[in-house]
């Protein structure tokens, strides 16, 4: 008897999903606090307005727009999820980076806007850098390297004091819809961040 039910049960989610088109990656329900991760199946949703939303950012003008010729100035993570790529809408929109690249300066995103001077910056066939004081008057390089011109996709590198390394899959602002979108709806209360898969930068740059 609880077979069948079960049976049923789960007979019942798919039809239910497969009404709505939406994958369901996770779904908690405690009463109060609610907790759902899915990947959301219209690419016209205003979620995706959300995160590609630069209204704090400097308006890019004449005076401020940046001189690159392959990097444009608005930048949000990528993910890596089952050896494709998505971008991401977290339950805490800290933990969500957006970039920002001007003429002069370098503007960061992660629920307060700050930005520095950029230094010195150099461009060539796939690759730019950019030298910048970061937080604490930290000198920082940034290489981004670009593996998917078509897509804007790129890998952020920065190298801070004693050789510190960090890196970040990036993809141009406008091209999020290019992209499957995974939300973290996180209702009454906060939870942890999806986990995605780690990815081997070094070995993406060298295989370029």
């Known amino acids: 008897m609880l077979l069948i039910s079960a049976v049923n049960l789960f007979a019942s989610n798919l039809f239910a999903q497969h009404l709505s088109d939406t994958i369901f990656l996770l779904k908690e ?50 993910y890596s999820y089952k050896m494709d790529y998505y971008v991401y809408s977290p339950c805490d929109f800290s933990t969500n980076q957006q970039v920002g690249i001007y003429d002069k300066a370098i503007f960061f995103n992660d629920f307060e806007l700050y930005n520095y001077q950029i230094n010195s910056s150099k461009e060539s066939n796939n ?19 670009i593996l998917d011109k078509k897509k804007g996709v790129t890998v952020f590198k920065y190298t801070r004091k004693n050789n510190e390394v960090d890196y970040r899959l990036m ?36 295989s370029k």
């Open 29 to 78: 329900n405690n009463g109060f606090e609610r907790h759902e991760i899915f990947i959301e199946p219209n690419k016209n949703s205003d979620n995706y307005k959300d995160i590609i939303d630069f209204s704090s950012f400097p308006e890019i003008s004449n005076k401020n727009k940046n001189r690159y010729k392959e990097i444009p100035s608005k930048w949000i993570p990528l």
């Open 127 to 145: 690759k730019c850098i950019i030298y910048y004081k970061g937080l604490e008057n930290e000198k920082t390089k940034l290489e981004i390297f």
């Open 171 to 206: 993809v141009v602002a406008e091209n999020a819809r290019l992209f499957p979108l995974i939300i973290n709806k996180c209702i009454n209360g906060k939870t942890k961040e999806f986990e995605f898969e780690k990815i081997d930068f070094e070995n993406i740059i060298d």
